[in-house]
């Protein structure tokens, strides 16, 4: 089935740091998604991104839909400890007419550096 | 208030219990969705509704019956489960299915003992 390769895994934010992290898949995607699950919660949608080569921004996020549709990347910039959690990305895929599906990565989790 | 609306938060059941979890959105939408979330596995869709019916059955077990009996109530009957399928449930609804900007519930953390 389709996949979705997010990176990186893990990684550990000090306050105040930029942080960056992308989803590339082998497939072309209509739509690239992104959101952010704290623990006990549901993921929240953070940005939606609709046509290639697209920019957007979220205060201090912003994602942007690479131009082949088969990659985006989300940056974080100046990181406050709120910003910890476990973000996704998530591709939607049109197989024509109303079908479609969201696939998921596998999620970066962002903790506090020790 | 999330717009999704999912309860009960947290669910312990044996194997031989049948319960269900409900789902419920304020948005408006005409499709919803049931995820499941386990530990280190992206988000796995199992079953999706559009306006009421169900287009799609991601191969998930009989053990398992989705009811959606009207366009903003959805829920997830479950019977006889096996340990495998403690995980976070998640319920998400879209403004149409070919729409993509899904918006979840906050989960229904399941635990089969």
């Known amino acids: 089935g389709q996949q979705l390769n997010q990176s990186p895994q893990s990684m550990f934010i000090q306050e105040g740091e930029d942080v960056s992290m992308n989803c590339t898949s082998s497939?072309?995607?209509?739509?690239w998604l992104w959101y952010k699950q704290d623990p006990g919660e549901g993921p929240v949608l953070l940005i939606a991104?609709?046509?290639?080569?697209e920019l957007t921004s979220n205060g201090r996020l912003t994602a942007q839909f690479g131009i082949t549709r088969k990659d985006s990347f989300l940056n974080i910039s100046a990181s406050i400890p709120s910003d910890v959690g476990i973000y996704f990305c998530a591709g939607f895929m049109n197989y024509g007419g109303s079908q479609g599906n969201l696939i998921f990565g596998k999620g970066t989790k962002l903790s506090v550096k020790p | 208030e999330t717009g999704v609306t999912q309860t009960p938060r947290h669910l312990v059941m044996g194997m031989t219990n049948k319960k269900s979890l409900k789902c419920e959105q304020h948005?408006?939408?005409?499709?919803m969705y049931w995820y499941k979330q386990s530990a280190k596995k992206p988000l796995e869709l199992m079953f999706v509704?559009?306006?009421?019916?169900?287009?799609e059955n991601n191969s998930v077990p009989s053990r398992f019956s989705p009811e959606c009996p009207n366009s903003s109530h959805l829920f997830l009957h479950l019977h006889t489960l096996q340990p495998e399928d403690s995980a976070l449930y998640l319920c998400?609804?879209?403004?149409?299915?070919?729409?993509?900007?899904?918006?979840f519930g906050q989960g229904t953390r399941l635990t089969v003992v």
């Open positions: 509704y559009n306006f009421k019916e169900q287009t």
């Open positions: 991104l609709y046509k290639a080569g």
């Open positions: 948005l408006g939408h005409n499709a």
């Open positions: 998400a609804s879209s403004q149409e299915r070919k729409n993509t900007e899904a918006f």
């Open positions: 497939s072309i995607f209509n739509t």
